[in-house]
């Protein structure tokens, strides 16, 4: 552990925003495993919160510390965003620079803004001047042709210089063109040991590596060289990883969460969010790992897949699901 930040850094493990796939109901599952993992909202854009007719920050505070993740370049609509985040209670502001889609690209955030330092800058310090809780950058190593170290060293210098001290490094570089987004997780390699070097040179910034980390072992390998680690599609795809989380890394007495008893920690939740009308498929669909590597994961997954999108489908769904997997 880098000996500048306190053991207990608010993102020394996090679970990354993933579009589509960490909403609430996502977070408030995934809460059930881990106290102190520090979750990612999906992405949200600026226009969206500030023109939806509908709220697009309402959250359960049971699910925090979360964190929410903007996407865009207004200065002055970032800084609005940030502050009605802040006012709803959530506990890090972070601006994506990282996601390298098309749409993404068209609307002016994401990736593309690795080319535009000073834009990022402004953006972190409007949005500074309006919160007091943290405001952090996501973003890759390179973009396109521009992934030289000195190239990601000079946006980190000119961002960092506008106030933001925590950068979360995807640890590959993106192509904004050719490549998927599916594709742009895959094909760059991973060049882990740039992120290490980052904060060697940069000893005083809060540096959390993200990319390919599947296992706490790993984990506990990039601690020695960051100050934490964001896992993405490991997490949501067995989320019992998260049970062993808070004993693992933040030292915690807390009994190792199962995935039963997370599962059936839910089950008020989903009572409740049932009685105002949320379709059940929309919440267990988040679920469907919970016992990976399980005897009757298969058989759990097939019942609620089959059964929880049909017409008043309630608890009882998950309950038969949950007598297919042993104790």
């Given at each position: 552990?880098?000996?500048?930040?306190?053991?207990?850094?608010?993102?020394?493990?996090?679970?990354?925003?993933?579009?589509?796939?960490?909403?609430?109901?996502?977070?408030?599952?995934?809460?059930?495993?881990?106290?102190?993992?520090?979750?990612?909202?999906?992405?949200?854009?600026?226009?969206?919160?500030?023109?939806?007719?509908?709220?697009?920050?309402?959250?359960?505070?049971?699910?925090?510390?979360?964190?929410?993740?903007?996407?865009?370049?207004?200065?002055?609509?970032?800084?609005?965003?940030?502050?009605?985040?802040?006012?709803?209670?959530?506990?890090e502001i972070n601006l994506n620079?990282?996601?390298?889609?098309?749409?993404?690209?068209?609307?002016?955030?994401?990736?593309?803004?690795?080319?535009?330092?000073?834009?990022?800058?402004?953006?972190?310090?409007?949005?500074?001047?309006?919160?007091?809780?943290?405001?952090?950058?996501?973003?890759?190593?390179?973009?396109?042709?521009?992934?030289?170290?000195?190239?990601?060293?000079?946006?980190?210098?000119?961002?960092?210089?506008?106030?933001?001290?925590?950068?979360?490094?995807?640890?590959?570089?993106?192509?904004?063109?050719?490549?998927?987004?599916?594709?742009?997780?895959?094909?760059?390699?991973?060049?882990?040991?740039?992120?290490?070097?980052?904060?060697?040179?940069?000893?005083?910034?809060?540096?959390?590596?993200?990319?390919?980390?599947?296992?706490?072992?790993?984990?506990?390998?990039?601690?020695?060289?960051?100050?934490?680690?964001?896992?993405?599609?490991?997490?949501?795809?067995?989320?019992?990883?998260?049970?062993?989380?808070?004993?693992?890394?933040?030292d915690s007495d807390m009994p190792?969460?199962?995935?039963?008893?997370?599962?059936?920690?839910?089950?008020?939740?989903?009572?409740?969010?049932l009685s105002q009308g949320v379709?059940?498929?929309?919440?267990?669909?988040?679920?469907?790992?919970?016992?990976?590597?399980?005897?009757?994961?298969?058989?759990?997954?097939?019942?609620?897949?089959?059964?929880?999108?049909?017409?008043?489908?309630?608890?009882?769904?998950?309950?038969?699901?949950?007598?297919?997997?042993?104790?």
């Amino acid at each position: 552990m880098p000996q500048n930040q306190p053991h207990f850094y608010r993102g020394r493990f996090s679970v990354a925003p993933m579009l589509d796939w960490t909403t609430r109901h996502c977070r408030y599952f995934h809460r059930q495993f881990s106290k102190h993992a520090l979750l990612y909202t999906e992405m949200v854009t600026t226009p969206a919160i500030i023109y939806a007719k509908y709220d697009l920050l309402d959250f359960d505070p049971c699910e925090n510390p979360v964190a929410l993740q903007l996407g865009g370049s207004d200065p002055e609509q970032l800084q609005h965003c940030a502050k009605l985040a802040e006012e709803r209670g959530y506990h890090e502001i972070n601006l994506n620079v990282g996601c390298p889609s098309d749409r993404v690209q068209n609307g002016m955030f994401g990736a593309c803004l690795m080319a535009k330092a000073d834009l990022v800058a402004e953006c972190v310090e409007n949005m500074q001047q309006a919160v007091n809780i943290p405001v952090t950058v996501k973003t890759r190593i390179g973009i396109d042709d521009l992934d030289s170290y000195e190239f990601l060293c000079d946006f980190i210098e000119k961002v960092q210089n506008k106030g933001c001290q925590e950068f979360i490094i995807h640890a590959r570089k993106a192509w904004l063109s050719g490549l998927s987004p599916k594709e742009n997780r895959e094909i760059p390699p991973l060049d882990y040991e740039r992120v290490y070097q980052l904060k060697r040179d940069f000893p005083h910034l809060t540096i959390v590596i993200n990319g390919g980390i599947k296992t706490v072992e790993e984990m506990k390998q990039h601690l020695q060289f960051v100050d934490g680690v964001m896992v993405g599609r490991e997490a949501y795809q067995n989320p019992s990883l998260l049970g062993t989380i808070d004993q693992a890394l933040f030292d915690s007495d807390m009994p190792i969460i199962s995935p039963r008893e997370a599962v059936l920690a839910m089950l008020p939740y989903i009572e409740k969010q049932l009685s105002q009308g949320v379709y059940l498929n929309h919440i267990v669909r988040h679920m469907l790992g919970a016992f990976q590597h399980c005897k009757g994961a298969r058989q759990w997954r097939r019942y609620l897949s089959e059964n929880a999108f049909k017409q008043g489908a309630g608890i009882e769904v998950i309950e038969t699901a949950l007598s297919f997997v042993e104790n």
